[in-house]
């Protein structure tokens, strides 16, 4: 079996596991028939054609000349992109839910532990194949796994997918025992731990989607919780709250610093590494909290 084949039926394992999850869940709180298979069937399907769409868009110029508008239908997994599966998902959880009458926070919320599970597996499975690796691993003391792992010339990489895969497995257990108000919703908060968290990932990825020096997939998260916490900003507004003016400050400050941070990283070889992604981890911890802080604003505990 070569290493796309068993990378292949890994991504099919963690569907497989997502959708009998979630049918666990959905029917074990009195779901049935439609609303019951509907969300995840089209989760995966707007999930797959989102992925593909983000990433022919993301590299559209170079997609084009390589294969033409055509190329848009090549479904093949190292032409997907996790920022396009994300708006699939969500986008068909919702879709599915206003078609079978279900509140879409509900179903969302239902969805996150299945997907993040489903998202878990599928970073496993990145152990067969090369695009979950981060920079050549020098010192032997370091070249083993999970931390680091072998390619085809038995050259030692890290493991970022594994890391990805322990952000995950956060992520399940936010889904499943996080409280429902309080911070905003479940599905909310699992979103906002996935952008928060590839920010980090992708700067540790040697293979990622760029534009110049742009991450395409950190773009894509800044954003994300902007509109989050914009989203957020206003419930609280509606609700009598403010407009999390000082976490919006935050955020902003912080998105700032992380452009600071990976100038420096592209520039600034002489600084150690762990120096700057640690001061990484720290904004990102600041900009997490403050998000929180205005998520509570927006969904009180007592709601």
């Known amino acids: 079996m070569t290493g796309e084949t068993a990378y292949l039926l890994t991504l099919g394992i963690a569907v497989a596991m997502g959708v009998g999850f979630y049918a666990r869940m959905a029917s074990g709180r009195g779901l049935r028939g439609t609303a019951l298979w509907l969300p995840p069937v089209l989760a995966i399907i707007l999930g797959v054609l989102s992925a ?11 997609m084009l ?36 009458g279900v509140k879409a926070h509900r179903v969302l919320d239902w969805l996150s532990a299945p997907a993040a599970w489903a998202l878990l597996v599928a970073r496993l499975g990145e152990f067969f194949v090369d695009r979950g690796q981060g920079a050549y ?26 890391l990805e895969a322990l952000f995950a ?5 936010v889904a499943l025992y996080g409280r429902q108000a309080g911070g905003a919703r479940r599905w909310q908060r699992v979103l906002l731990l996935l952008l928060l968290t590839q920010v980090f990932s992708e700067s540790l990825r040697a293979e990622t989607i760029k534009w110049g020096f742009v991450r395409v997939h950190q773009l894509f998260s800044a954003l994300g919780i902007a509109a989050l916490m914009l989203c ?18 935050v955020l902003l400050i912080g998105i700032g610093l992380l452009i600071g941070i990976e100038f420096a990283l592209d520039r600034w070889q002489q600084t150690p ?30 709601e």
């Open 232 to 249: 957020w900003a206003w419930k609280a507004h509606r609700n009598g709250r403010g407009w999390c003016l000082p976490e919006l400050a």
């Open 65 to 100: 000349l390589q294969r033409g508008w055509a190329g848009l239908w090549d479904l093949r997994p190292q032409g997907l992109a996790l920022g396009g599966a994300v708006i699939g998902v969500l986008l068909g959880g919702w879709l599915g839910a206003r078609v079978a």
């Open 169 to 173: 497995l956060v992520m399940v257990l």
């Open 137 to 162: 691993v020098r010192q032997a003391a370091q070249q083993f796994f999970p931390l680091a792992v072998k390619n085809q010339w038995d050259e030692w990489y890290y493991a970022i997918f594994m």
């Open 273 to 302: 590494r762990w120096v700057l992604y640690g001061a990484m981890a720290l904004v990102l911890t600041g900009i997490g909290a403050a998000a929180l802080r205005c998520g509570r604003k927006a969904y009180p505990l007592h």
């Open 52 to 62: 593909r769409v983000f990433y022919f868009l993301a590299r559209l110029d170079y």
